[in-house]
């Protein structure tokens, strides 16, 4: 089956390849350099997947399916939230924004020594100009005190799931991509598609 995935970051990219299996051939906006990237304007993850997804299914026939996601942090309350790729401005690398995490966790430490964050990832389905589907998923665990691990991408090297003493950035694809919270939506992905895929 072939599997559009309206991102530019080729880490989600492989994600979604590994998750899937090799039943998926999937494609990505890095192959139509066209497209205009969508501004990110909605509040939630869920708004920001659906203007991603529909954005891309007016220029990509069939169904496409986009993903977005980001970090929440208890002690920033909830930071940086939909803001993760731009935490340290537009277009900062991800260890600027990985940086900017662990000083602001620094100044609050007095008052709110806690680390629990929780990765989040809204996928939206659409074809044409509709939406079909939105799925949403979670996985939880702490801000670790320094970065650790070279594996996956973002802020998975302060990222610790619960359950775990390493960082997925440490624990590597086969340990992120089976509990990650990417991983979760796309089982939900993974049903629908069967679902829309059956005759009726
Ligand atoms: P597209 O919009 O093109 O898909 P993007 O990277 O800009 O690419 P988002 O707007 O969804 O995507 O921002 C996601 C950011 O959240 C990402 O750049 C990371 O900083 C962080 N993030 C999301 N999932 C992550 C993961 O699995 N591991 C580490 N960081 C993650």
Redesign the pocket.
Same mark, same amino acid.
């Given at each position: 089956m072939d599997l559009f995935v $309206?991102?530019?970051?080729a /880490?989600?990219t492989a994600?979604f390849a590994q998750i899937l299996g090799p039943e998926f051939v999937v494609r990505d906006?890095r192959t139509i350099p066209e497209a205009v990237?969508?501004e990110?304007t909605g509040s939630t @993850?869920e708004e920001?997947a659906i203007l991603?997804a529909l954005a891309a299914a007016a220029i990509v026939p069939g169904v496409v399916v $986009?993903?977005?996601?980001?970090?929440e942090v208890d002690a920033l309350n909830g930071a940086?939230g939909?803001y993760? $790729?731009r935490?340290a401005g537009s277009g900062a690398p991800?260890v600027e924004?990985v940086n900017k995490l662990l000083r602001d966790l620094a100044v609050v430490e007095r008052t709110k020594p806690e680390r629990m964050a929780r @990765?989040c990832?809204a996928l939206a389905v659409a074809r044409g100009g509709e939406v079909l589907a939105s799925f949403t998923a979670t996985s939880e665990g702490h801000i670790s005190h320094a970065p650790a691990g070279v594996s996956?991408?973002?802020?998975?090297p302060v @990222?610790v799931p619960q359950g775990y003493t390493r960082t @997925?950035a440490e624990l590597g694809p086969d340990v992120?991509n089976c509990l990650? /919270?990417?991983a979760k939506a796309i089982a939900q992905l993974r049903e629908y598609l069967r679902e829309l895929a059956e005759p009726l």
């Amino acid at each position: 089956m072939d599997l559009f995935v $309206a991102t530019r970051n080729a /880490h989600k990219t492989a994600e979604f390849a590994q998750i899937l299996g090799p039943e998926f051939v999937v494609r990505d906006l890095r192959t139509i350099p066209e497209a205009v990237p969508v501004e990110e304007t909605g509040s939630t @993850f869920e708004e920001n997947a659906i203007l991603k997804a529909l954005a891309a299914a007016a220029i990509v026939p069939g169904v496409v399916v $986009a993903d977005d996601s980001g970090l929440e942090v208890d002690a920033l309350n909830g930071a940086p939230g939909v803001y993760s $790729a731009r935490y340290a401005g537009s277009g900062a690398p991800d260890v600027e924004n990985v940086n900017k995490l662990l000083r602001d966790l620094a100044v609050v430490e007095r008052t709110k020594p806690e680390r629990m964050a929780r @990765f989040c990832c809204a996928l939206a389905v659409a074809r044409g100009g509709e939406v079909l589907a939105s799925f949403t998923a979670t996985s939880e665990g702490h801000i670790s005190h320094a970065p650790a691990g070279v594996s996956g991408f973002g802020y998975d090297p302060v @990222f610790v799931p619960q359950g775990y003493t390493r960082t @997925f950035a440490e624990l590597g694809p086969d340990v992120k991509n089976c509990l990650s /919270h990417r991983a979760k939506a796309i089982a939900q992905l993974r049903e629908y598609l069967r679902e829309l895929a059956e005759p009726l």
